[in-house]
């Protein structure tokens, strides 16, 4: 089983929509919680991290994170094609040093 | 500007001809790491230090060295390179939570 899931997708949305990202981890005793963007040929840049249960917002991101069913969800509020890229979910696991990568969701946004 | 950079961005080698992969930040962090990704696989840790001369394993370190003697440098070093190290690698520093990912070193090993 990996540590990380996530559907890889594509998922398209229409502009303007709302996308919705999706992640499971395995190590309940994850402590940290992030969302990378990566762009088709370049290096992932980090969106957000959650620590803790609820809803984390920034902008027109949302970081959703419950530890009881060890899921972490992205919500990308209206939506722009600049936004189509690979979204990967990390999680720092008990060991605070050590980052496990789901394989990515595809998101293409269209105009 | 800050940044991490890799070194070389593309190599073809051959089996078993050792090579060094070097990655420098000039952000002053003591977290460094070295990922490798591959489709449908994601980025695996492959190690990680956690300042000068302290290293340790990430997930999948079995045909990798690594060196921390400067803290701003973590060259990756693989003694006798095999086709199943073909890969893209990324060196990533980071401060408190947040990794900054160099560009990316595209290794073929046929």
């Known amino acids: 089983q990996k540590e990380v899931e996530q559907n890889s997708g594509p998922l398209s949305v229409p502009e303007g929509a709302i996308a919705s990202l999706n992640c499971t981890y395995s190590d309940r005793g994850s402590q940290s919680f992030f969302w990378y963007r990566q762009y088709s040929g370049k290096s992932p840049e980090l969106i957000m991290f959650i620590y803790s249960n609820g809803d984390k917002e920034d902008g027109r991101f949302t970081a959703q994170l419950n530890k009881a069913s060890q899921y972490v969800s992205l919500l990308i509020r209206d939506s722009q094609p600049s936004d189509s890229a690979t979204y990967l979910c990390?999680?720092?696991?008990?060991?605070?040093?050590?980052?496990?990568f789901g394989s990515g969701t595809k998101l293409n946004v269209k105009p | 500007e800050a940044q991490v950079t890799q070194n070389p961005r593309y190599l073809i080698t051959v089996t078993g001809k050792k090579l060094t992969v070097t990655c420098s930040q000039n952000?002053?962090?003591?977290?460094m790491s070295w990922y490798r990704q591959d489709p449908g696989l994601g980025l695996r840790q492959i190690y990680y230090?956690?300042?000068?001369?302290?290293?340790d394993k990430g997930d999948v370190p079995e045909g990798y060295k690594v060196s921390r003697k400067e803290k701003r440098n973590f060259p990756l070093i693989l003694e006798s390179p095999s086709p199943n190290q073909t890969s893209l690698y990324f060196c990533?520093?980071?401060?408190?939570?947040?990794?900054?990912f160099g560009p990316g070193t595209r290794l073929t090993v046929l």
């Open positions: 952000m002053n962090h003591e977290y």
């Open positions: 990533a520093s980071s401060w408190r939570d947040t990794q900054y």
């Open positions: 230090s956690m300042n000068v001369e302290v290293t």
């Open positions: 990390a999680v720092n696991a008990n060991n605070f040093n050590k980052f496990y």
